[in-house]
T-cell receptor
Framework: AQSVTQLGSHVSVSEGALVLLRCNYSSSVPPYLFWYVQYPNQGLQLLLK??????LVKGINGFEAEFKKSETSFHLTKPSAHMSDAAEYFCAVSDTGRRALTFGSGTRLQVQP | NAGVTQTPKFQVLKTGQSMTLQCAQD?????MYWYRQDPGMGLRLIYY???????DKGEVPNGYNVSRLNKREFSLRLESAAPSQTSVYFC???????????FGPGTRLTVL
């Protein structure tokens, strides 16, 4: 069975600081991995995804994530936080044999001025 | 393209009432999904439809039914609403099960 663990339900950073949101997964086969962002009162939008190939994936709004198979991790980073990055972020995994994604419980990012 | 649309945006029900949440997508996707979102629990899959004419249970199907009316539309029905079904409901669609899912704006449901 696949599962996703997001460490830290709330993360607070200062504007201009590094953003690091953690995601670990379990999967019996090579996974597809996703990060989604949810702004208040909106649906989820795709930030980036990993399927195969290059392990460093770049997404929208300056975010990137690195797939580390040995650590079963897919952490999301951004070098310099902006106030507009304040939102909730969800990591998700999909493996073969399933027809849907499994989502983590989410991390709410707060950006302090 | 409108993407994924959901109606209604808000709904208040009394315990025992029934209602249907509507979802439509205009991206010609094969797969469609219904999730519920509760604080601290992320998104939990209620039902999904891998293709027109098929539906399957997800993680939390009890108390819900679905209909894949055609390739575009996937509805979620609450036959007898309970306070535990107070939640935000999201519909999503994708080309296939492992592909990027595109989400609707959500329906905020309160059951009194």
């Amino acid at each position: 069975a696949q599962s996703v663990t997001q460490l830290g339900s709330h993360v607070s950073v200062s504007e201009g600081a590094l953003v690091l949101l953690r995601c670990n997964y379990s999967s019996s086969v090579p996974p597809y991995l996703f990060w989604y962002v949810q702004y208040p009162n909106q649906g989820l939008q795709l930030l980036l995804k990993y399927t195969t190939g290059a392990t460093l994936v770049k997404g929208i709004n300056g975010f990137e994530a690195e797939f580390k198979k040995s650590e079963t991790s897919f952490h999301l980073t951004k070098p310099s936080a902006h106030m507009s990055d304040a939102a909730e972020y969800f990591c998700a995994v999909s493996d073969t044999g399933r027809r849907a994604l499994t989502f983590g419980s989410g991390t709410r990012l707060q950006v302090q001025p | 393209n409108a993407g994924v649309t959901q109606t209604p945006k808000f709904q208040v029900l009394k315990t025992g009432q029934s209602m249907t949440l509507q979802c439509a997508q205009d991206m010609n996707h094969n797969s469609m999904y219904w999730y519920r979102q509760d604080p601290g629990m992320g998104l939990r899959l209620i039902y999904y439809s891998a293709s027109e004419g098929t539906t399957d249970k997800g993680e939390v199907p009890n108390g819900y039914n679905v209909s894949r009316l055609n390739k575009r539309e996937f509805s979620l029905r609450l036959e007898s609403a309970a306070p535990s079904q107070t939640s935000v409901y999201f519909c999503a669609s994708s080309e296939g099960g492992r592909d990027t899912q595109y989400f609707g704006p959500g329906t905020r449901l309160t059951v009194l």
